[in-house]
């Protein structure tokens, strides 16, 4: 059975400071997608981004940064220099593995509370 | 504009009293999938399809039905309502392409099930 683990249930940090949130996988798979979404306090849902388990390289989008490390299956978050608008519940997801490019079942962390304080 | 849109926002309904709630995507997606969020439980998956005639069940289906006649739309079907189907319900789409990776989310469904 798959599962997601977000042990983090809220982080409070001051604006500026670097933040990490952790997420834990298991899967059986040897193949599988993971996933972070955010969910501002205005309740609708964003994608921020998908990897794939053969990629374990690195990614970087502007102050945010992923880190895929399939050894501990983690797949961390970090938000540098955070801003008040980060302020938001962040969701991991894992998927099972599904026909390349396509999307498949999710399943979902319980979410970790970003609090960024001015 | 590229948008995911959900009918109705909100719906106040009785147990028992069947209801749909519509999801429909203007950006020729293959893959669109319905989630409910509940205090406490987070996000789950209640049905995904992946392409036209193609669905299949997430983690929550009981006592909900999708049907994916049309690529734009994937309607949520609740029979019979209960109220602890009284949830907040979110439609999304995705395109299937290799390297196109993005997700779009409808608004969501607020519902009270009496």
């Known amino acids: 059975a798959q599962k997601v683990t977000q042990a983090q249930t809220e982080i409070s940090v001051v604006e500026k400071e670097d933040v990490t949130l952790d997420c834990v996988y298991e899967?059986?798979?040897?193949?599988?997608?993971l996933f972070w979404y955010k969910q501002p306090p205005s309740g609708e849902l964003v994608f921020l981004i998908r990897?794939?388990?053969?990629?374990?390289q690195n990614e970087i989008s502007g102050r945010y940064s992923w880190n895929f490390q399939k050894s501990t299956s983690s797949f961390n978050f970090t938000i540098t220099a955070s801003q008040v608008v980060d302020s938001a519940v962040y969701f991991c997801?894992?998927?099972?593995?599904?026909?390349?490019?396509?999307?498949?079942?999710?399943?979902f962390g319980a979410g970790t509370q970003v609090v960024v304080t001015p | 504009e590229a948008q995911v849109t959900q009918n109705p926002r909100y719906l106040i309904t009785v147990t028992g009293k069947k209801l749909t709630v519509t999801c429909s995507q203007n950006?020729?997606?293959?893959?669109m999938s319905w989630y409910r969020q509940d205090p406490g439980l987070g996000l789950r998956q209640i049905y995904y399809s992946m392409n036209v005639e193609v669905t299949d069940k997430g983690d929550v289906p009981e006592g909900y039905k999708v049907s994916r006649k049309e690529k734009r739309n994937f309607p949520l079907i609740l029979e019979s309502p209960s109220p602890n189907q009284t949830s907040l319900y979110f439609c999304?789409?995705?395109?299937?392409?290799?390297?196109?990776?993005?997700?779009?989310f409808g608004p969501g469904t607020r519902l009270l099930v009496l």
């Open positions: 999304a789409s995705s395109p299937s392409l290799a390297g196109q990776e993005t997700q779009y």
């Open positions: 990897r794939n388990s053969f990629d374990e």
């Open positions: 899967t059986r798979d040897t193949t599988y997608y």
């Open positions: 997801a894992l998927s099972e593995a599904v026909p390349r490019g396509s999307w498949g079942k999710l399943q």
């Open positions: 950006m020729n997606h293959e893959y």
